[in-house]
């Protein structure tokens, strides 16, 4: 009886317990602006209270906390593996680019020179007044210094010096680094003045290798995206004025965010003959004759954190697909006493080392400077995938409770075969995950055939297809008038031509309009 007595009392508290996180649960959510309420604030009270970056003392920088950049971490890792897959090594080039080099092509240099951060003198000296130090005048470069904003050119008079031969060819280079373009107006990594990326470098003996693998890149990234990030993309090819900077066709993966607004996600370039002109990049083929190298560029970027958190998480905090989450699971026991503790800890110590021998990150939270509601609202807000909770009860009953993030549910299930169980539950949450957003995303992509009908539908929102005269003019004025661009002309989209909804001139097919961040 007295036993009975027992059990009951701590099933009492622990149902008190549960209780309690609810209400601590609420309270932490409320730290968060409703994306309803203004998504711009939400997504930036994510983003500091996730701990996952922050505004550095240098203006339009940031600092990327180690629970973001370990995110990041497991997106490089992922990416690397598939470039050394498709046969790409990666190398390092310099971080500074001789402003001479960025004359030489010059659609490049006019699509980056507003952005460029310039490296005039090379020394400081003391003030005379003993206030600091000053820059020494006598310390100025002969030539000054560009701070890369992207690396063709750097790349590619480097490559002078590798290809002469057909021999030599392909060159299938990426670095990961650094790069500065000096935004004015930023945001938390969908826009920074220095942020991280990786930019792919290749050179080809042909025209058509060079397609084939700026399109291959781009596969590469959306099926990235799909799978990885759980973010459905539309793959597809930008119009002439947004294409980069000295290419002759960019390919795009467009995502849409839950706000309605699209992110470019990724893009792969082909670049031409450009570059290897502009640096005399020639080789001689199997005829002895002297042809220039072909050429192309790709990167994705730290942007891609914005696209995730906009993607999935809600007014709790972060979604993380189990694929990039630091913390696939996470475990927290209920107790009230050492041995309670002690017993739960060897209790869950073989599915600890059971979970992480199928690839499966796990964390044991035993810590007792934090309540278990605490820290359920915070692994909610940082968005792990699994939580699992044991207590008295379920240590007599042989059960546990198991928390999903993606839904915001849980269920108590049997001790045993838990870990097949959590093994399948990742996979579940994974596509639900990406269904999500998919269905969000068919659910917020119209046609129109008219302008007045894109005017009134553009201001909802989400991807619109509609007819293009293919002209630089109409796509400026429909920009100027709605704020819309367009995000990319689909590849294998509808073919069917038509006409132009503002001019009714002919198109060739739909393309693809949104406002965008």
Known sequence: MQ????????????????????????????????????????????VTKADLAENSAVRGCMV??????????????????????????NAYFPLFIPKSYLSREADHVEGFAKEC??????????????????????????????VRPTSETIIWSTYKNWIQSYRDLPVLCNQWANVVRWEMRTRLFLRTAEFLWQEGHTAHATREEAVAEAEKMLEVYGDFAEKVLAVPVIRGVKSETERFAGAVDTYTIEALMQDGKALQSGTSHFLGQNFAKAFDVYFLNKEGQRELVWATSWGVSTRLMGALIMSHSDDNGLVLPPSLAPIQVVIVPIYKTEEHLAAIR????????????????VKLDDNDNKKPGWKFAEYELKGIPVRLALGARDLEQGTVEVARRDTLTKETVAFEGIADHIESLLQSILKNIYDKALAFREASTRTVDTYEEFKVEIEKGGFILAHWDGTPETEARIKEETKATIRCIPLGGDPTPGVCMVTGKPSKQRVLFARAY
Do not use: C
């Open 3 to 46: 036993g009975g007595r027992y059990f009951l009392t701590t099933f009492a508290a622990e149902i008190n317990e549960k209780s309690a996180v609810i209400a601590r649960m609420a309270k932490e959510i409320k730290e968060l602006t409703p994306r309803s309420e203004n998504y711009s604030q939400w997504y930036q009270d994510l």
């Open 64 to 89: 990327i906390k180690p629970y973001g950049y370990a995110i990041w971490e497991k997106m490089q890792a992922e990416l690397d593996k598939r470039f050394k897959e498709t046969g790409h090594v």
């Open 117 to 146: 951060a310039v490296v005039t003198h090379y020394r400081l000296k003391n003030s005379p007044d003993g206030s600091g130090v000053v820059v020494d005048p006598e310390a100025k470069l002969e030539e000054e210094l560009i």
């Open 346 to 361: 060897e209790r869950v110590e073989p599915l600890i080392k059971d979970l992480r021998a199928r690839g499966i990150s």
